[in-house]
């Protein structure tokens, strides 16, 4: 049977939904692998064929915006009209017959391995590592999932790009708590950001300058392996709390990045790929030079160690075919490498920067932009 509508000719739609629904739709979205703008059309599609559906409270709703085929979305709204009831409420009643018809599937076992532990790294700096580990950071807390995020730079470009302070080097800080210098508990550094459907489910670490100070300190330690443990000690206490740790590297390939490769291995009854490093890349040669260095690094940590680190896959930033055959070329080259994958690709957009010009965070800023829903398919598919 032909469509009725070209399933690639899509439009953007907007509607005003209460903010329960749309937090419904992006978690089980995301608990069952779908792109928000198919459980949508496939609750438009259901909603045109149902008779009688009870009407959806939708008091006090906001902006929510997807894309619906051209037809389906004409088709919708004089559907609409026919049965006399508002564009919003039939969008509404199309998500809520799509959420009763797709039940959340059973709970997966408790973890026993902790929190899944994701980090975002590239020896190079400028290849958007903040930008990219924040975004995918809110999109797993937009799916339900109790996220922390951990600026681990001492530069401290993502603390600062949220809007937040860094912690003042005479506080106690993550890099104290992993030299055992700290006092009191890790917890009490963690900050809960505020706004978009991921309130409540996301907190960030914040950075302190004295990050600076770690690799020298790691270096003359004497203890055995602190280099490589550090930062799993000093998370320990508030890995239970959280089903993602995210944590955003330094570009070096110090024994701070050393700490931060053997906190993403896969530990012992763990899952294969359910923790592991994702590599932010551009499309062009210096990336490819900068992985090929993080890659040996990661190599010979497991070589030494015995363990295994799971190499997620690339997410090709900040990308612009208008840039010719450097780009396009560079990006057939990620792409051929095929393990690990090529994850996402984001558009070279204004939307993250002017996300960080107000220091707002990008799924509050632009939750509806095209690198907003890349973020959301980066997290989605590390966490399949």
Known sequence: ?????????????????????????????????KDIQDAVTEGVEAWRKAKGRPVVDTAGGTSFA??????????????????????????????????????????????????????????????????VSAGVAQALAESGHRTLLIDFDPQGHLTKQLGYPMLDIDEASLAKHMLKEAKGGLSELLVPIKGGDFEEHLWLLPA?????????????????????????????????????????????????MDTALYYCRTRDGEEPNASGIVVPVLAEDSSADAYDMLYDQVQDLIEDMDIDIALLGFVVNMYDSRKGFVATSSLDEWRNIGEPPVLAVVPELKDQREAVRVKKPLLVHAPYGDQADVMRTVARRISA
Request: glycine share 6%.
């Open 1 to 33: 049977m032909t469509a009725p509508y070209d399933p690639t000719d899509r439009e953007k739609v907007v509607a005003k939904l209460p903010a329960e629904l749309r937090k419904e739709l992006k978690v089980r979205a995301a608990e069952l692998g």
């Open 66 to 131: 997807t894309y619906l085929p051209a037809g389906l979305y004409g088709k919708l709204k004089q559907d609409c009209k026919t049965r006399s009831v508002s564009y919003n409420q039939g969008i509404a009643q199309s998500i809520r017959l799509w959420l009763d018809s797709n039940p959340s599937p059973r709970p997966r076992p408790a973890r026993v391995t902790g929190a899944r532990r994701i980090i975002f790294g590239n020896q190079k700096g400028g290849v958007g590592k903040t930008s």
């Open 208 to 256: 302190c300058k004295d990050a600076f100070l770690l690799d020298a300190k790691l270096a003359t330690t004497k203890a055995v392996r602190i280099k490589e443990t550090a930062l799993e000690k000093a998370l320990e206490p508030v890995e239970q709390e959280f089903d993602y740790i995210i944590v955003d590297c330094p570009p070096s390939l110090g024994y701070s």
